[in-house]
């Protein structure tokens, strides 16, 4: 009961603290969208000039001609509201923010994840072998790979992949998500439309669609996981050597416990508080670092929406996604807390 209380109260905690984060994250996107160069307004026209009384009423009508404490006022009350405005840029004019969003957070999500699978499962594994042979050929290798691996740039790599996969030996789509025009759901009708096209294939109960969304998946999850695991394979390396060296380290050793039984049972488990944190962070990084991937392979998830909304100088889509970006750091870094409070109690003491 005690456990139950603490990890409660550690919980509770914690989602109090979120709430400051979260108010400097948004006043933060509202100082730098002001501050920028440029004239959204202007921006309205393709940078041509109309009468000044046609500039003073689009001002008015986007609340840009209030006093700035103001405009704060009304973009905190809107955001929590869910109200993130109407685009005003020549690409989604007219359209709402939330909407465009919506439609595309699914190809981000599955992209975020696929790359996060792909880092976890190549980069922790060397990590633990780098950690578990230190100063070993295969210890330099990680080590080698890690470094080199981080400083590719992503749409390098993934031109790359799709240069040898897609175009030489054809074994996977080069681009895309989908070999056709229809979504998953579109020939036969799901129960619901998640928008993430491997589930909505498993809904529909059609395993051709399934492979065909896992195809089109594989080489953008490859660029971003590889480039990613190099960091997570350090992460790993340095927490396992901090926890072999240490006294209870020792003194299991001298009680005959066996050496791997130290590094995969025990010192493992106590490394993964800060490899998971690292983990978690880098995830919601991946949300915002998908953007060159999702250009190179065409995507279109939020960093696409974003990079237009930037080129047109859609102020109101800009500040939409970047506030829906800072709600997604929010949440993932308290799942991140709570997940580490799980594993190690000693955190919520």
């Known amino acids: 009961m005690a456990r139950g209380s603490s990890l409660l109260a550690y919980v509770v905690q914690r989602i109090v603290l979120a709430i400051p984060m979260l108010l400097i994250l948004l006043t933060a996107v509202f100082v730098v969208l002001r501050i920028l160069p440029g004239d959204p307004v202007l921006a309205l026209w393709g940078g041509r000039y109309p009468p000044q009384s046609t500039i003073d009423a689009a001002r008015q009508q986007l609340g840009l001609d209030q006093p700035i404490w ?37 190809a981000t999500v ?137 006294d209870y380290t020792e003194a299991a050793l001298a009680r005959g416990v066996g050496r791997h039984a130290i590094v995969y049972r025990h010192a493992f488990k106590n490394a993964l508080v800060p490899v998971v944190t690292v983990l978690g962070l880098q995830f919601a990084i991946l949300f915002a670092g998908a953007i060159l991937t999702e250009k190179t392979f065409s995507i279109q998830g939020i960093g696409i929406l974003l990079l237009n909304s930037v080129i047109s100088k859609d102020m109101t889509m800009i500040q939409g996604v970047v506030v829906f970006y800072a709600a997604i750091i929010v949440v993932i870094s308290l799942v991140i807390d709570v997940i580490g409070a799980l594993i190690d109690p000693r955190i919520r003491l």
Request: with cysteine; hydrophobic share 50%; aromatic share 10%.
């Open 70 to 106: 103001v405009q704060y006022v009304t973009y905190l009350r809107n955001v929590f509201t869910g109200n993130l405005g109407v685009s005003i840029g020549e690409l989604y004019r007219g359209q709402p923010v939330w909407h465009q969003i919506a439609i595309r957070f699914p």
């Open 110 to 246: 599955e992209l975020a994840i696929g790359g996060m699978l792909v880092a976890s499962l190549v980069g922790i594994p060397l990590g633990v072998l780098a950690g578990a042979n230190r100063d070993r050929p295969l210890d330099l290798a990680v080590r080698i790979y890690g470094t080199v691996i981080w400083v590719v740039p992503i749409f390098w790599l993934g031109l790359i992949l799709q240069l040898i996969f897609g175009v030489w030996l054809q074994w996977l789509p080069p681009n895309g998500r989908w070999t056709s025009d229809a979504a998953p759901c579109a020939a036969s009708p799901c129960a619901f439309s998640t928008g993430l096209y491997t589930v909505d294939s498993l809904i529909e109960g059609n395993l051709g669609h399934f492979v065909n969304a896992i195809r089109h998946l594989i080489l953008p999850s490859a660029t971003l996981g590889l480039v990613l695991s190099g960091f997570f394979a350090k992460t790993v390396r340095a927490n396992m050597l901090r926890t072999i060296d240490a």
